[in-house]
């Protein structure tokens, strides 16, 4: 079964660091872009960014809102990509998911991960 | 990037159909045929249900069906049944290389 897993959430304080983490499970990363999206408690789903294949030389994309304090990543055995947050913000805290995109096809996300909680608090 | 525009709630009695609408831009909705729906019940990860304006993933029932014009798209669902309630929201590639998502819309099966 083709799966995500996401790891490394947690609570932190603002204008701190984390770095989360999307493996792929029961397939390879390769030909796919992986997109991170998060989702405030109650709040409706919010696209963060992208991080295209090698075909694209893993091309990264950000929505504008986060001016610059985020970095999506991958690593070249094609097994994880991540999602490096910086400067956290308490509106910051909410489930980040990640998700598949096959890169040289249409636009579906899917599979996405379960999901993995940020919380900014002090 | 503002957020699609979608109805904040929908409802509709088993086995009738509803529509939920998705109002974009010609930068974003209108511009291109990459419009997807999505379906997230409490506590879950969101699930593709209608990709590239009206393509279904295999595994989704054909209840669900998803079309444009100009700068809406919406997504329909006939036959409602008890399973359908949940939040829907609508996902679409913009001109500025990036997505964005709708506002969501939580269906209710009366």
């Known amino acids: 079964e083709m799966q995500l897993v996401e790891s490394g959430g947690g609570l932190v304080q603002p204008g701190g660091s984390l770095k989360l983490s999307c493996a792929a499970s029961?397939?390879?990363?390769?030909?796919?872009?992986i997109h991170w999206v998060r989702q405030a408690h109650g709040k409706g789903l919010e696209w963060v960014g992208r991080?295209?294949?090698?075909?694209?030389?893993?091309?990264?994309g950000y929505s504008a809102s986060l001016k610059g304090r985020f970095t999506i990543s991958r690593d070249e055995s094609e097994t994880t990509a991540y999602l490096e947050m910086n400067s956290l913000r308490i509106e910051d805290t909410a489930v980040y998911y990640c998700?598949?995109?096959?890169?040289?096809?249409?636009?579906?996300?899917?599979?996405w991960g379960q999901g993995t909680l940020v919380t900014v608090s002090s | 990037q503002s957020a699609l525009t979608q109805p904040a709630s929908v409802s509709g009695s088993p086995g009738q159909s509803i529509t939920i609408s998705c109002t974009g831009t010609?930068?974003?909705?209108?511009?291109?045929?990459?419009v997807a729906w999505y379906q997230q019940h409490p506590g879950k990860a969101p699930k593709l249900m209608i990709y590239?304006?009206?393509n279904r993933p295999s595994g989704v029932s054909n209840r669900f069906s998803g079309s444009k014009s100009g700068n809406t798209a919406s997504l329909t669902i006939s036959g409602l049944q008890a399973e359908d309630e949940a939040d829907y929201y609508c996902?679409?590639?913009?001109?500025?290389?990036?997505?964005?998502f709708g506002t969501g819309t939580e269906v209710t099966v009366l």
């Open positions: 998700a598949r995109q096959i890169d040289t096809a249409d636009r579906r996300f899917d599979p």
């Open positions: 029961g397939f390879t990363l390769s030909g796919s872009a």
């Open positions: 991080v295209r294949s090698k075909h694209y030389n893993y091309a990264t």
């Open positions: 010609s930068s974003d909705v209108g511009g291109y045929n990459f």
């Open positions: 590239d304006v009206n």
């Open positions: 996902n679409s590639y913009t001109s500025s290389n990036t997505y964005v």
